[in-house]
């Protein structure tokens, strides 16, 4: 019962942050959002609010990387296209009113263990969805640089539905998205590309001793 509790607030908060922000997401309006009785505030979360913030947000960075996990092994259009869809859900669930609680928490604080947290969880998860790339061929470059234009996109798409309440903003990025992920460099297409050059010059070598030999004939 104690960790029922205890994770029915965590979840609160995530719906909270997601729809109202920091601000949104008081220990009062938990327990209203929620129906946990005063007390168990400080039992569950000694720290107060920021700790059950702090927690909110680890269960929301597991979710997303338990979420893209399983397209690993598939390819980098169905990876994006994997990740993209756990925003869409988001968005359609909520009647486009819910966004990232991670988010929520980067534009609301300054400093401090809440940003803190929020940025590790950023980068982990950016260092997963690389992984995943790499792991289906696409150069570990260029997927650095993609999960980087992926994620800024995806949230900022998602923002411009919830303020237009119009999913189309998410759909168009989306669509783009997975263009750019399909057209990501590979390791054998970049193999192929530099052995290329080397098949052309063994080509002419030979064409030139063909020539010298014709001459000498």
Known sequence: ?????????????????ATRGVHGASLLKVLEHTGAPRGSVYHHFPGG???????ALDLTG???????????????EEITAGYL???????VRSRLESGCPILAVTVSVSAGPLLD???????????????????????????????????ASAEGAVVLSRAQQDIDPF?????????????????????????APASSTTEASAHRRLVTEQRNA
């Open 1 to 17: 019962m104690e960790n029922e509790t205890r994770a029915t607030m965590i979840e609160g908060a995530i719906q909270l942050l």
């Open 49 to 55: 609010k920021e700790e059950l913030i702090l927690a």
């Open 62 to 76: 597991q979710r997303h990387d338990r979420f893209v996990d399983r397209f690993r092994g598939t390819s980098a």
């Open 85 to 91: 869809e756990l925003w869409r859900r988001i968005l």
């Open 117 to 151: 947290r929020a940025g590790e969880i950023f980068r982990t998860s950016q260092r997963r969805l690389v992984d995943l790339y790499e792991e289906v061929g696409v150069l570990r470059s260029a997927a650095e640089r993609f999960v980087i234009f992926l994620v």
């Open 171 to 195: 759909e168009v990025v989306a669509d783009q998205l997975i263009k750019q992920a399909a057209a990501m460099p590979t390791v054998v297409s970049t193999t192929a590309e530099h052995q």
